[in-house]
């Protein structure tokens, strides 16, 4: 009587345990700012190496400013690409055609890879 009532207080430990884990980390399926995030999305890698165009990003002033969603496994959604304010259209372009090769370490917002709207003023 004494080994099952060990037994069960042992389950019943381990399952509060791992229950009021589970309880404290909530992952947003809703795409987030850099702002909201505990660390936002960055630029890693390229995924085809013949392909050149990694993201010039411009510094100062931004002359050309694009926005996508990186996804949480850091692949940028091609289909969200926008633009936002444009001054050279050939650089534009090339970003527009490179950024599905953009790798990018994901967004991490409670210990969770979040997708994220990513903003880049590009040359």
Same mark, same amino acid.
């Given at each position: @009587?004494?080994? +099952? ?6 389950? @019943?430990?381990?399952?509060? /345990? ?5 309880? &404290?980390?909530?992952? %947003?399926?809703?795409?987030?700012? !850099? ?15 013949? &392909? ?5 990003? !411009? ?10 969603? /990186?996804? %949480? ?5 091609? &289909?969200?690409? +926008? /633009? ?12 527009? !055609?490179? !950024?599905?090769?953009?790798?990018? %370490?994901?967004?991490?917002?409670? &210990? ?8 880049? %003023?590009?040359?």
């Amino acid at each position: @009587m004494l080994r +099952k009532s060990l037994l069960l207080g042992v389950f @019943m430990i381990g399952s509060s /345990v791992s229950a009021s884990a589970q309880d &404290h980390i909530v992952c %947003s399926l809703q795409p987030i700012f !850099a702002f909201q995030a505990d660390v936002p999305a960055r630029f890693v890698a390229l995924r085809d190496s013949s &392909h050149l165009n990694s993201p010039q990003l !411009a510094l100062g002033t931004q002359r050309n400013l694009v926005q996508f969603l /990186v996804n %949480s496994f850091g692949v940028v959604e091609a &289909h969200t690409f +926008k /633009v936002l304010k444009v001054n050279d259209t050939s650089a534009v372009a090339r970003a527009r !055609a490179s !950024a599905v090769n953009w790798i990018f %370490s994901p967004a991490r917002q409670n &210990h969770c890879a979040v997708p994220q709207l990513v903003q880049l %003023s590009v040359e």
